[in-house]
């Protein structure tokens, strides 16, 4: 791909680039963004859920001029979405696979400042904000108000001097050390597992190192580390801030803590990194908008008063997703169809399971996949439990598809497995589709599929998702009629158009909200 530092941008494309801040090193240039979107992990370089939210908004608000922020594991990911033409340009943020951020993101008459090393200002601005960083997310100390004014200090920091070099430096190390030693937990801490967490903490620092032109708003997808720009925007130059969550971010990092071999006193200093990260940006946001009521719930728990927050459902786009077949038309096989990445929250082993039982009692049934390898050994090990359950050629891992709506006609049922969801596009999808589903009880799905045309049942339970997909093959000439109710629910409450204009509201009530502020 050429240099592996710099994405090669297609035709038409908007560049890989970013705004140049002022040389003054504090301040930010007036810009005509209307809308700085901060992404972790997805757009445009992964599909699925959250991208395809991403995707529909930039491309539906033609009228407003983005720029994309994206906070991604490294910086070689290919892009997997072609930006449309108002968004300004891109902002890739690799947390790792770079040794400093000037490397990947050099610009004129910056690189030079970002070099020096340690002078005065590391003892008096940069040691004082590390410290105050890392007593915030080890030990819980200060709560959010604590971290933002850490992470605004080092912000500062960033924009003339070298956080590499900083948080390289001997008195940085001891610092870190001498700071954790102050709990008993963290003092079993092995040498090699504490200069680890010094090494990510810096890496989860990496968006303070991609400073940008002052947006009219800024709009994170998630209370993640991509939320870090957003507070610090808001902080220091009072830029409106909205937040919008898509599954609870903290229950899936704690999931995937879950299975993290390390021992506890490592696991607790992450778990609490990233619990006081979503503290402070839910803390922060002028307006929170989560997709599905169920994550207002979760977000009210957290502290998020209510009048902040304004649910938003994902919406999607009728004409793409005709009825060509009727659900159970036809004298062929009836065929369960997925929609969803092969990757552990999608728990493609439970449906597999479940379709294993599904045969003994309907031995035509087909199971049509369709989905990228998010996951590559987890999707080996689903091909390797297909296998292991004989299932042949009546289970099909189609890949991913560009036509989801062609890949839901060829079904009859739609299922979903999930284990952890927000408000889910695939349930959204099937059902525009005229599809009944099967659907594990997770963060928004009940707010989807519902009787008749859906069933929901536990997650992680093969029989319970066998027994409701039974359930709706044993009346084939019911799914046509039931397949017609919920393309009706679906255009009722969950279309594109109703989706861009909740967000074209929300923009203008965050702008007032921030006047008043």
């Known amino acids: 791909m050429g240099d592996p530092c710099h994405l090669a941008p297609p035709t038409g494309r908007p560049s890989l680039a970013t705004a140049t801040p002022s040389d003054a090193g504090g301040g930010r240039p007036v810009s005509d963004v ?15 859920g959250v991208s ?5 908004l930039v491309t539906g608000l033609a009228e407003k001029r983005f720029v994309v922020y994206s906070v991604v594991a490294n910086p070689n990911a290919p892009l997997r979405y072609d930006p449309p033409s108002n968004v300004a ?10 040794e400093d951020a000037a490397e990947f993101n050099p610009r004129p008459g910056w690189i030079a400042r970002r070099l020096r090393r340690p002078g005065p200002r590391f003892a008096t601005d940069f040691l004082p904000a ?33 956080l590499k070099l900083a948080m390289r430096d001997a008195r940085t190390w001891r610092l870190f050390r001498d700071t954790l030693a102050v709990h008993p937990l963290y003092r079993k801490l092995t040498t090699y597992e504490a200069i680890d967490l010094a090494r990510t903490v810096y890496r989860y620092l990496g968006p303070l190192d991609y400073p940008t032109e002052l947006p009219g708003v800024v709009h994170a997808s998630a209370a993640a580390f991509c939320a870090i720009p957003a507070v610090v925007l808001r902080e220091r130059w009072g830029v409106p801030f909205l937040l919008t969550e898509h ?30 990260v979503v503290a402070m940006a839910y803390s922060r946001a002028d307006l929170v908008a989560p997709v599905a009521r169920f994550n207002a719930t979760w977000e009210m728990r957290l502290g998020v008063d209510e009048e902040r927050i304004h649910p938003i459902p994902n919406g999607v786009d009728p004409a793409r997703f005709p009825v060509g077949r009727p659900a159970g038309g036809g004298d062929g096989p009836l065929t369960l169809v997925a929609v969803a990445r092969l990757e552990r929250l999608k728990d493609i082993h439970t449906l597999l399971r479940a379709f294993a039982i599904v045969r003994t009692r309907l031995p035509e049934v087909r199971l049509s996949i369709h989905g990228p390898e998010s996951d590559p050994a987890y999707a080996r090990s689903c091909y390797a439990l297909a296998e292991q359950l004989g299932l042949g050629s009546s289970a099909t891992f189609h890949g991913p598809t560009n036509d989801v709506g062609r890949a839901l006609d060829q079904g009859d049922i739609a299922v979903l497995s999930s284990i952890s969801e927000g408000f889910p596009f695939a349930a959204v999808e099937a059902l525009m589709a005229g599809r009944p589903m099967v659907a594990t009880e997770v963060g928004g799905v009940p707010e989807v599929v519902v009787p008749p045309y859906g069933r929901l049942v536990t997650p992680g339970r093969p029989l319970d998702l066998a027994e409701a997909i039974c359930e709706l093959a044993g009346d084939r000439n019911g799914l046509a009629g039931k397949g017609e109710l919920a393309r009706q629910a679906m255009l009722d409450a969950y279309t594109l158009d109703a989706f861009l204009d909740g967000y074209r509201g929300l923009y203008d009530e965050v702008r007032h909200r921030a006047g008043r502020r």
Do not use: K
Not at 52 to 56: G, I, K, S
Not at 89 to 98: A, M, N, S, Y
């Open 34 to 48: 209307d809308v700085l979107l901060t992404t972790e992990g997805t757009y445009p370089f992964v599909t699925g």
């Open 52 to 56: 395809t939210w991403a995707h529909q």
């Open 89 to 98: 340009h891109l902002v890739q943020v690799p947390l790792w696979g770079t």
């Open 130 to 162: 590390y410290e105050r960083l890392v007593v915030s997310v080890a030990l819980g100390e200060g709560g959010p108000d604590e971290l933002v004014a850490a992470l605004c200090a080092l912000s500062s920091y960033a924009e003339r001097y070298s």
């Open 247 to 276: 599954g609870v971010y903290y229950r899936e990092r704690l999931i995937a803590l879950g299975r993290n071999a390390t021992n506890s006193p490592y696991r607790v200093f992450l778990s609490n990194f990233y619990a006081a």
